[in-house]
């Protein structure tokens, strides 16, 4: 053999063992073949400046800004299923919630890929990848990280929960934490909520999992596209909409006070057509607590709870799932990329497949 041709052969080996040693594939189930894949902005609007533009003497005279859009990122598996599923984020966060998990698990996002289902991930406007803001906001470097522990319900900063479904290695709560995302602008229900419905309306019909502060949007989204076909709303935490008239009591808690919102009873009824279902975790208490990070989330259950109520009352098709109630312990705020997030896909899927949504 020739120099020339040892030395390729030696950078055909290299180059092979690199490919299947950087990979840490004991997490995986196998090959995932995606036929297509993409991503897209849509939504938003442009605003302009009066006057007119100079090339040689820029100013904003004359200028337009895109923003309030969203971003998505979409791939399509091999034989795929006809509904896809759109995954939206909750507070502080963006599309990598769904992604792969903190400790390097699959999440969501590869989870449904692999039962069939086209993906949607989104940055919603005025976050991560969709950060063009028509509106000013200041971004202030504010240490959150003990906040976060506790109000996500991985315990009691410093310590864990006894049955935390969370990974305890230090390299794990480190790149949970570098998942929080500012907001470039005010977050706004409104509009977040015409992005996602512009997105179903390129979509066409489909499934939306919401997470969180998603949940709001999530149930405008719905009654302005009637693409949204169902709902998956993990641990909705705000923007729990009543008819007029028919709103429930403010809830106080140690966390402050949580506050219905209303829509007209039309608007309302636009959601009895669409099977719901929402879940929440684990650690949290049913009766008041002085604990705020445990507190804050017993007036979320009760409140989703009244939100069922008023859904049914209607005529709609709507449940809630408290896990602990049925055995499952232990869930933090992020369901979908907890240890046991394929048992919670599980659920899901069961719930899909109850209302013909597979």
């Not at 399509?76 to 984020?89: A, E």
């Not at 504010?142 to 479904?165: A, C, E, H, I, M």
Request: hydrophobic share 40%; net charge neutral.
């Amino acid at each position: 053999m020739n120099l020339t041709k040892a030395l390729l052969t030696l950078m055909t080996l290299t180059s092979l063992t690199a490919c299947t040693t950087i990979p840490d594939a004991s997490n995986h189930a196998g090959l995932l073949v995606i036929q297509e894949q993409g991503s897209f902005a849509v939504g938003g609007k442009v605003v302009s400046t009066p006057g007119t533009y100079d090339n040689n003497h820029p100013t904003a005279a004359g200028q337009t800004l895109h923003g309030d859009h969203l971003y998505a990122f979409y791939q399509v598996p091999q034989n795929s299923r006809p509904l896809p599923i759109v995954m939206l984020h909750g507070a502080y966060q963006s599309a990598r919630s769904w992604e792969t998990t903190s400790d390097g698990r699959e999440g969501f996002q590869t989870i449904f890929l692999r039962r069939g289902f086209p993906v949607y991930l989104v940055d919603q406007p005025r976050r991560g990848r969709a950060g063009n803001s028509t509106v000013e906001a200041k971004i202030e470097p504010t240490p959150f990280d003990q906040l976060f522990f506790d109000q996500f319900r991985l315990g009691k900063w410093p310590s864990y929960f006894d049955n935390v479904q969370f990974d305890r290695k230090p390299e794990t709560l480190d790149q949970f934490f570098r998942s929080v995302t500012p907001n470039t602008g005010p977050y706004d229900a409104g509009v977040i909520s015409n992005a996602m419905a512009a997105l179903f309306d390129r979509t066409g019909p489909g499934i939306l999992f919401s997470h969180s502060q998603a949940g709001g949007p999530g149930w405008l989204a719905a009654i302005k596209s009637q693409n949204v076909k169902g709902i998956v709303a993990l641990e909705p935490g705000s923007g729990f909409i009543f008819p007029e008239g028919e709103l429930p009591p403010a809830m106080p808690s140690a966390a402050g006070a949580l506050s219905p919102e209303s829509v007209s009873l039309a608007e309302f009824k636009k959601l009895t057509r669409i099977p719901i279902v929402i879940y929440y975790g684990d650690n949290f208490p049913t009766e008041p607590t002085t604990e705020r990070g445990q507190d804050n989330w017993r007036v979320r259950l009760a409140m989703a709870k009244r939100w069922v109520d008023a859904i049914n009352k209607h005529g709609g098709d709507a449940q809630l799932v408290h896990l602990p109630e049925i055995g499952i312990r232990g869930n933090t705020h992020f369901l979908m990329s907890d240890l046991n997030n394929v048992q919670i896909a599980d659920l899901v899927s069961r719930f899909l497949a109850e209302k013909h949504l597979d």
